[in-house]
């Protein structure tokens, strides 16, 4: 009876029913269940299956009077009693054989008897020492005339292992605890910032000097991404915002200096976009070139304002071509003409005809831009030749190759 009420009060917490019967006078322990929540069941083991052929529970027979049924969901493995059976059999005719032992071996990993599949891998082993794959399957490698274990090994490599079970340099695995604990730490900023930003806009003065005096890196994506937001707030934010681009200005990362870039393009506030570019003027000039210089050769006449505008505050006249060659830009639209449907017409002589279908008409338009203008001037103080492509170029190659003076003597 004290047997009884151990298993059935280890087995509640988990719904385990315990069946009991008289079954007989001759018990043996033939099979096991490990369960989900640790432990496991040993017995007379019997799966019984639903109609989909997954395990519905699984009865295990611990004593000649008792029975317990065990939901499959709480089972982790089974081993039935006649694989028990077929190994016993398989195990006494392995005997000394190693290669029949790594058989053996297989087999049990296959029945997901795992420490039998163990036990027999260090069997192969210890009747043929150099048996490479029942080697491999216990993680040992060659090194010269030795065999080790693959952890010895890439430890003598200089190599430790991360959290995932991979092996790698020491310097590698610092770069990476350190980037978890900076996307930790990010995230932890992310939310207390968000509380910050919201009593800020609602003019609370110590939020706003917790946000000024705000000097963690850690913080940029936080920053970034309320500074972003705020742009469609109807509300006059433009005090915060400000604070926002000198902080990011401050921080001087790639997150910080893409999100100034965005911002001294797309910034729909002059004066927040203007005090973007100028801190892009202390840092980060060379990336806000290299995004805005592209869009120079833009389809849309929007863009190609935009980034001529910004450009601006980083005059550069080795880039006097690429300036020219935006002055004047195409832009293409493509225009559907006829209804797509069938028209019937008539002549005077009487004779019809059909007109079935429609077409794209595609037309190019010449966009003259007054700020690329702005911007080539900006580079040529003084000059002024509008919009004539050809005299810019012409005066642009004269500053490049002067004119040489004759060196012929006289005769």
Request: with cysteine; charged share 25%.
């Amino acid at each position: 009876m004290q047997k009884l009420d151990r298993i059935w009060n280890a087995s509640r917490p988990f719904g385990y029913a315990i069946l009991l019967s008289v079954l007989g006078s001759h018990w043996v322990v033939a099979g096991k269940v490990e369960l989900s929540g640790g432990g496991q069941l040993t017995g007379d083991v019997r799966r019984v299956e639903d109609a989909n052929g997954k395990t519905a529970h699984v009865i295990v027979r611990v004593d000649p009077d008792m029975s317990i049924a065990v939901a499959g969901t709480h089972t982790r493995r089974t081993v039935e009693a006649d694989q028990l059976v077929e190994y016993r059999s398989k195990a006494a005719a392995a005997g000394q054989d190693a290669e029949a032992q790594f058989e053996l071996a297989r087999w049990c990993k296959s029945k997901t008897l795992l420490n039998q599949y163990h036990f027999h891998l260090v069997r192969t082993i210890e009747l043929d020492p150099d048996h490479r794959l029942a080697r491999a399957a216990l993680g040992y490698v060659k090194s010269g005339n030795e065999w080790i274990s693959f952890e010895k090994l890439r430890r003598s490599q200089g190599l430790v292992q991360d959290g995932k079970g991979r092996w790698v340099l020491p310097e590698v695995l610092s770069v990476r605890q350190y980037s978890d604990e900076a996307e930790r730490a990010s995230k932890l900023w992310i939310k207390n910032f968000r509380r910050l930003h919201s009593r800020a806009i609602r003019g609370d003065a110590e939020a706003l000097a917790e946000i000024t005096a705000i000097d963690d890196p850690m913080a940029t994506n936080a920053i970034a991404g309320e500074f972003l937001r705020s742009r469609s707030s109807r509300a006059n934010l433009r005090t915060l915002r400000m604070t926002y681009v000198r902080l990011l200005a401050k921080f001087r990362n790639q997150t910080a200096v893409s999100t100034l870039v965005e911002a001294g393009l797309n910034e729909t506030d002059a004066i927040v976009r203007e005090e973007a570019l100028r801190q892009l003027v202390e840092y980060g000039g060379s990336s806000a070139v290299a995004s805005y210089l592209p869009l120079l050769r833009s389809n849309s006449p929007a863009q190609v304002k935009a980034a001529a505008r910004a450009l601006e505050y980083f005059p550069n006249a080795e880039l006097a071509f690429e300036y020219v060659r935006a002055l004047i830009t195409e832009q293409k639209t493509r225009t559907q003409m006829g209804s797509g449907g069938t028209d019937a017409s008539f002549g005077n002589n009487g004779v019809n005809g059909l007109t079935q279908g429609s077409k794209v008409v595609e037309q190019t338009a010449r966009i003259r831009h007054p700020e690329v203008l702005q911007l080539v001037k900006t580079i040529a103080p003084g000059v002024d030749y509008g919009f004539d492509e050809n005299a810019w170029r012409r005066y642009f190659a004269s500053l490049r190759n002067p004119p040489r003076s004759d060196l012929r003597r006289d005769p």
